[in-house]
Each structure stands twice: as C-alpha cells, then as structure tokens.
C-alpha cells in the first residue's frame, strides 16, 4: 500500500520559514513527478510547485522567489523551503505525487497545516 506522508507544518510569523517533508512509502516500481499543492478555507486546491525526476521544476506565481522545492530520490522524499511567508500563505498543504505500482496513479498525502499569524 502506497502512502505520502507530509511533515513540517506549523505556526509561524509573518517573515518566517518552515520546511515541509513529503515522504512516499510502500511498495511501487517509480515516481514521476511530485508536488506540493494548498488549500485554504473557502478556496479550491492549488498547485503550489512541482518538481520532475529529471530536476525541473515550476512553480506559483504567488510563491515564485520564496519557495523551493527539491526532491531526495534516493529517499522518495520531496521538500518545500518556504520563505518569507505571508499570512495569505496560510492553508492546508498536500503533497502529490505520480507513483507506478502496477499502473500509474496519482497519490495524495493527508495535508499539514501551515498558518502565518502574528
């Protein structure tokens, strides 16, 4: 059974960081592509940033200069630095990600909760 477990969420001020981690358990053959999407209340999910196995990555307009995502293949684990964070960053965070068991299949995690407050 696959599974993507986030970590790292949390409160924070406005101006400071947080790492989440993104970590694909199980048993599968490959990952394509994984992603860090948000959802905040009375808002529809968003694509946050994606990052290919071939290292390319894009990213919301929103977050472009203050988020980066990397991934660890070697450990099936996707990260998100996040930076300078606003409160209008606030949301639910859930990671994505394009995993071949015995066919190809979208995955999601259960989200983590990042809230930016002073």
């Known amino acids: 059974q696959v599974q993507l477990v986030e970590s790292g969420g949390g409160l924070v001020q406005p101006g400071g960081s947080l790492r989440l981690s993104c970590v694909a358990s199980g048993t599968f053959l490959s990952i394509n592509a994984m992603g860090w999407y948000r959802q905040a209340p009375g808002k529809e999910r968003e694509l946050v940033a994606q990052?290919?196995?071939?290292?390319?990555?894009n990213y919301a307009d929103s977050v472009k200069g203050r988020f980066t995502i990397s991934r660890d293949n070697a450990k099936n684990t996707m990260y998100l630095q996040m930076n300078s964070l606003k409160p209008e960053d606030t949301a639910v965070y859930y990671c994505n990600a394009e995993i071949r068991t015995l066919y190809w299949r979208n995955y999601w995690g259960q989200g983590t909760q990042v809230t930016v407050s002073s």
């Open positions: 990052r290919t196995t071939s290292g390319s990555s």
